[in-house]
C-alpha cells in the first residue's frame, strides 16, 4: 500500500512537471501580444512592461523562474485583470467548487438510486425510464442542455406563472444554483445511472444474494445491507473521471449562466489573450485534477481492501 | 390397437456421411454478430439514422436555393418555414425551412453545412485514434519488458492531464480550422485506445497461433498486424463508435469557448453557440442544431451499445 501511493505520488508530480512545461510553451508561441492594444505604446514603455512581467530575460530562465513561482503558488499578474492570478483563482474557485459540488452530489445520489431502481425492477417501465434519462445524459452536451433549461424552465415558466421559479442569471441564493447544478450534473448522472444499473444486475444475480433471500431475509434489507453496498463498488472507480468532467462542465456551464467562477474567468482570458491568465487557471484547473483523481484512487482501496493497488 | 409394420423397426444401418453432415451453415465469428446486430432494432435505428444525417449533410446544401455564406439583411431571424423576400436573391419565393440567423442566412443550409464538418471531424479523429492507438497499444503490448513499461509510464503521464486542456493550448497554438481541431484533439484522442489496444495484445500474445507464427519466422510487425490486431477488432470497433459522439462533443464544446471553426464556416457547435446568444427571441436557433448535436451523440451511443451486444452477447444486459 506505502508503496503504491509513493508510485501516484511520484506520478502526480511527473504529471503536475508536464503540464507546467507544456503550458509554459504553449504560453510562448501564441501569436499575439499582451501589450498589443489600441493605442501604441512608446519602445521605452514597452521594454518597462517587459521588465517587470520578466519577458526581457533568456526562455529558459523564464522557464525556471514560472516554474519556481507556480510551485511557491505564485500564478503571475494578470495582464487584463492588473491582479494576481493566484487572488481571483482562489476566489472564483470558491464559487465553481460550490457548483461543482452541488452538481457531483446530485449525479451521484440521483445516479445510483437510478440505476438501483432500473435494475430491481429490469424490463419494467421504470427500467426503460431509468435508461431513457441516462441516454439523454449521454447525448446532450451539458451546455446545450443549460441554454434549454433557461429557456423551457425559466423563461416560459415564468410566463406562465408570473413568478422567478428558476431564475436563469447570476449567483446567490439556493434558487440559482438549482438549474446549473442540474445542467451540469446529468451526465454525469447518466454514466453512474448506467455503471450502477449493470453492477447491480450483476450483485443481485450472485449466490450471497440467494443466501440472504433463503435464510429469509425481507425485499428491503436484502438490497440496502447486501445488494446496494455491494453494486456501489464500481462506481467509486470512475469518481475520478466523474469529477474531471463536472469540473470542466463547469467552465461553459457558469458563462451561460453568468456565474462569477473559475470557467467564466477562464473563457474571457482566453478571449482577451491574458497568457498568465491562462496558464495560472490552466496550472490550477490541472493540479486541482491530478490531485482529485489521486485522492479518489487511493480512497478506492481503502473502502474496498480487494482491489490489487499495484495494478 | 392400430397394426404397425415390422418394416418400420428394420436396422438400416449406418451412414458415415449423414451423420457428420452439417446441418446449418456455419457462421464465421463477423457473421454472427451481424446476425445478432440486425435483430437488434434500436440498432438499426441508429444506423439509419446516422446515414440519414451524414447524407443530409452530404447532398442537402448542394440542391438547396441558398449559400450558407449568403446573407440577407432584409430578412433576419426569420422564423421556421418563412418565404425569402429577397427579390436580388437567387433563392427568392423559396422557403427557409428553419429560418434564418442574425445575418439573415438561411439556417438550413447552414445546419447541413454544419453537419459536414461536425461530421468529418468526429470520423477523422476516431480514424487517427484508431491507427495511432493500435500501432502504440500494438508495440507496447507485443513486445512487453523496458519498452512496455516506458511506453505505458509516458502514456500515463500525458493522460493525467486533462485532454481538453491539451486541446485547448494547442487551440490557441495553431491556425484557427478544421484540420487544428483534429490534430487537436488527436494528439491526446488515442490514449484510451491504446491502452484497450494494450490489453488486449498482452492477453493474445500468450495463444498457440502466435507461438506458431513466430515459430515460423514471421516479423513483429507481421504478428502485430496480421495475427494480434485482427484479432482486437471487436473490442476496437466498439470503442471508435463510443469514440464519434465523444469528438463531436469535444468540437462542440470547444467552438462554445470560442475556439472552434472561424466564420463563416460553421459547424453544428458553431451553430449552438450562435443559438445561444438570442435563443430567448429565437429559440430554434438553438434547438436545432441542438437537437443534431444530441440525435447524433445519441445514435452513435446506441449503435456503439449494440455493436458491443452484438460481438459479446455475454455482456448483454
Aim: aromatic fraction near 10%.
Amino acid at each position: 500500500m506505502a508503496r503504491y501511493i509513493i508510485k501516484r505520488l511520484v506520478y502526480a508530480v511527473l504529471t503536475l512537471f508536464v503540464l507546467i512545461t507544456l503550458v509554459f510553451f504553449m504560453m510562448r508561441m501564441l501569436p499575439g501580444d499582451p501589450f498589443l492594444g489600441e493605442k501604441a505604446i512608446s519602445p521605452t514603455a514597452l521594454a518597462n512592461m517587459n521588465a517587470k512581467y520578466g519577458l526581457d530575460k533568456p526562455v529558459f530562465i523564464q522557464y525556471l523562474m514560472y516554474m519556481g513561482n507556480c510551485l511557491t503558488g505564485d500564478l503571475g499578474m494578470s495582464i487584463t485583470y492588473n491582479r494576481p492570478v493566484m487572488e481571483i483563482v482562489s476566489e472564483s474557485f470558491l464559487v465553481s467548487a460550490d457548483l461543482g459540488t452541488r452538481a457531483l452530489i446530485f449525479a451521484v445520489i440521483a445516479g445510483i438510486l437510478l440505476g438501483a431502481i432500473a435494475a430491481i425492477k429490469r424490463g419494467t417501465v421504470w427500467d426503460s425510464l431509468s435508461m431513457f434519462i441516462a441516454m439523454i445524459g449521454v447525448s446532450v452536451p451539458s451546455f446545450i442542455l443549460g441554454a434549454v433549461l433557461q429557456y423551457f424552465l425559466g423563461l416560459q415558466l415564468r410566463k406562465v406563472f408570473g413568478v422567478n421559479i428558476f431564475p436563469i442569471q447570476g449567483w446567490g441564493t439556493f434558487k440559482h444554483t438549482l438549474l446549473p447544478a442540474f445542467a451540469l450534473g446529468l451526465g454525469s448522472l447518466a454514466t453512474v445511472s448506467r455503471l450502477m444499473r449493470t453492477s447491480m444486475l450483476d450483485v443481485l444475480s450472485s449466490d450471497y444474494i440467494k443466501t440472504a433471500r433463503s435464510k429469509g431475509l425481507s425485499q428491503r434489507q436484502i438490497l440496502w445491507r447486501h445488494a446496494l453496498r455491494n453494486a456501489v463498488m464500481p462506481v467509486v472507480t470512475i469518481m475520478g473521471p466523474t469529477v474531471a468532467s463536472v469540473l470542466t462542465g463547469t467552465f461553459v456551464i457558469e458563462s451561460i449562466f453568468n456565474i462569477p467562477g473559475l470557467g467564466k474567468y477562464f473563457v474571457t482570458s482566453i478571449k482577451d489573450l491574458d497568457y498568465t491568465m491562462i496558464g495560472g487557471t490552466v496550472v490550477f484547473y490541472g493540479a486541482l485534477l491530478i490531485v482529485c483523481t489521486l485522492v479518489v484512487d487511493l480512497l478506492y482501496g481503502l473502502i474496498d481492501p480487494r482491489v490489487k493497488l499495484e495494478d | 390397437m392400430e397394426h404397425i409394420d415390422k418394416s418400420r423397426f428394420a436396422h438400416v444401418g449406418e451412414s458415415a456421411h449423414d451423420r457428420e453432415a452439417i446441418a446449418r451453415p456455419s457462421l464465421t465469428f463477423t457473421q454472427d454478430a451481424m446476425r445478432r446486430l440486425s435483430k437488434n432494432k434500436v440498432a438499426i435505428v441508429c444506423v439509419v439514422l446516422i446515414v440519414l444525417l451524414s447524407l443530409m449533410s452530404a447532398f442537402a446544401p448542394m440542391f438547396s436555393p441558398f449559400d450558407y455564406r449568403e446573407q440577407h439583411y432584409g430578412h433576419t431571424n426569420a422564423p421556421m418555414f418563412s418565404v425569402c423576400d429577397d427579390e436580388s436573391s437567387e433563392g427568392y419565393g423559396h422557403m427557409h425551412l428553419f429560418g434564418t440567423d442574425t445575418l439573415g442566412r438561411d439556417l438550413y443550409t447552414r445546419i447541413w453545412m454544419g453537419g459536414r464538418v461536425s461530421l468529418i471531424i468526429a470520423v477523422t479523429t476516431a480514424i487517427v485514434d484508431l491507427i495511432v492507438g493500435c500501432i502504440y497499444g500494438g508495440i507496447s503490448g507485443y513486445f512487453g519488458g523496458t519498452l512496455d513499461i516506458i511506453m505505458m509510464r509516458l502514456l500515463e503521464i500525458i493522460n493525467g492531464i486533462p485532454y481538453l486542456i491539451i486541446v485547448i493550448l494547442l487551440m490557441m497554438v495553431l491556425e484557427p480550422g478544421m484540420m487544428t481541431i483534429i490534430i487537436a484533439y488527436s494528439t491526446v484522442g488515442w490514449i484510451p485506445m491504446a491502452r484497450l489496444v494494450r490489453g488486449q495484445v498482452v492477453a493474445l500474445k500468450q495463444q498457440e497461433y502466435i507461438a506458431a507464427a513466430e515459430a515460423m519466422g514471421a516479423s513483429p510487425a507481421r504478428i502485430i498486424a496480421k495475427h494480434l490486431l485482427p484479432n482486437t477488432l471487436s473490442v476496437v470497433i466498439v470503442r471508435v463508435t463510443l469514440a464519434i459522439p465523444n469528438a463531436i462533443f469535444s468540437e462542440a464544446y470547444l467552438s462554445y469557448i470560442g475556439l472552434g471553426i472561424p466564420l463563416p464556416k460553421c459547424s453544428w457547435g458553431s451553430l449552438a453557440q450562435l443559438g445561444i446568444q438570442n435563443f430567448r427571441m429565437y429559440p430554434w436557433q438553438l434547438l436545432i442544431p441542438a437537437i443534431c448535436i444530441s440525435l447524433t451523440m445519441l445514435a452513435f451511443n446506441m449503435f456503439g451499445d449494440g455493436l458491443r451486444d452484438a460481438f459479446d452477447p455475454k455482456l448483454r444486459r
